[in-house]
């Protein structure tokens, strides 16, 4: 299981990735500024002002009942759209963290080959004059 995410990392393009971070969080923020600077719809009434008495009033009321129903159904979507874009502005901002803590433990990483290169030349080096002088 472990060989199947690490096929997975592998074919991750990770310059790509660390390179649309930016773009990635950015329009993450732009989402999240356009969608809370909506203002949310108003209240939607429970029932009808109106009664039903003559048979033109019906229709009107099922219209009335439909135009209700329609309404507390759109607010229920524009709330679920701001929750959906908080969530991903903050998936955004952890992708950009994550970026950041990568492009840091890459820059460890080529210090600690640099120093360990070094430190194998020594030994080398070292190895070599050993035997150099052993042997004369």
């Known amino acids: 299981m472990a060989i199947a995410w690490l096929a997975v990392l592998k074919s991750v393009p990770w310059s790509e990735v660390i390179s649309n971070a930016p773009k990635v969080a950015d329009g993450a923020m732009k989402l999240w500024n356009a969608v809370a600077r909506k203002s949310p719809l108003?209240?939607?009434?429970?029932?009808?002002?109106?009664?039903?008495?003559?048979?033109?009033?019906?229709?009107?009321?099922?219209?009335?009942?439909?135009?209700?129903?329609?309404?507390?159904?759109?607010?229920?979507?524009?709330?679920?759209?701001?929750?959906?874009?908080e969530l991903i502005?903050?998936?955004?901002?952890?992708?950009?963290?994550?970026?950041?803590?990568?492009?840091?433990?890459?820059?460890?990483?080529?210090?600690?080959?640099?120093?360990t290169a070094v430190v194998a030349i020594a030994a080398l080096l070292t190895l070599l004059l050993a035997f150099s002088q052993h042997g004369a």
Do not use: C, F, Y
């Open 89 to 115: 502005k903050e998936l955004a901002d952890q992708n950009g963290q994550l970026i950041r803590h990568i492009e840091t433990n890459r820059l460890r990483l080529l210090w600690l080959s640099a120093a």
């Open 42 to 85: 108003p209240d939607v009434a429970e029932a009808s002002s109106q009664p039903a008495d003559s048979l033109d009033a019906q229709p009107l009321a099922a219209l009335e009942d439909r135009v209700l129903s329609l309404e507390a159904a759109v607010s229920d979507l524009h709330g679920q759209m701001l929750a959906s874009s």
